[in-house]
């Protein structure tokens, strides 16, 4: 099966695989080549594939898998690759952990232009009388 991961600027992989293991609302599936077309919005956790080296573990922020004929493709907000499956929830803590962080500031940022916006319009508006 080709595999594709697709974060919202780029395609974080494009791989042979044999099989894909994942998680849904539902509870966890697995992916055969001969497997029919299907279609799971999944839950934030790990993801799964082996491919000739072995396999090989992710995490994903959720998102939604798409097969079709030999086609995965999975689109998510982010996917973190970890040295080993023990090791994937320290590496999935830090990096969504700056993230949020990232995100704090956007949402910040954004309040006290919201916030500027409002009192140029109540200024306007105290001028306008």
């Given at each position: 099966m080709n595999l594709k991961i697709l974060l919202p600027a780029e395609i974080f992989l494009s791989e042979e695989v044999t099989k894909v293991v994942a998680e849904a609302e539902n509870g966890f599936f697995c992916l055969l080549p001969q497997h029919v077309d299907f279609t799971a919005a999944l839950v934030p956790g790990v993801f799964s594939f082996t491919a000739r080296d072995g396999e090989t573990h992710l995490a994903i922020d959720g998102g939604?898998?798409?097969?079709?004929?030999?086609?995965?493709?999975?689109?998510?907000?982010?996917?973190?690759?970890?040295?080993?499956?023990?090791?994937?929830?320290?590496?999935?803590?830090?990096?969504?952990?700056?993230?949020?962080?990232?995100?704090?500031?956007?949402?910040?940022?954004?309040?006290?232009?919201?916030v500027d916006l409002l009192r140029r319009f109540m200024e306007l508006k105290e001028h306008g009388r």
């Open positions: 939604t898998l798409v097969k079709r004929g030999s086609e995965v493709l999975v689109s998510t907000r982010n996917a973190v690759k970890g040295p080993e499956l023990g090791d994937i929830q320290d590496v999935v803590i830090k990096q969504f952990e700056e993230i949020d962080e990232r995100e704090k500031k956007a949402r910040s940022a954004a309040a006290k232009l919201e």
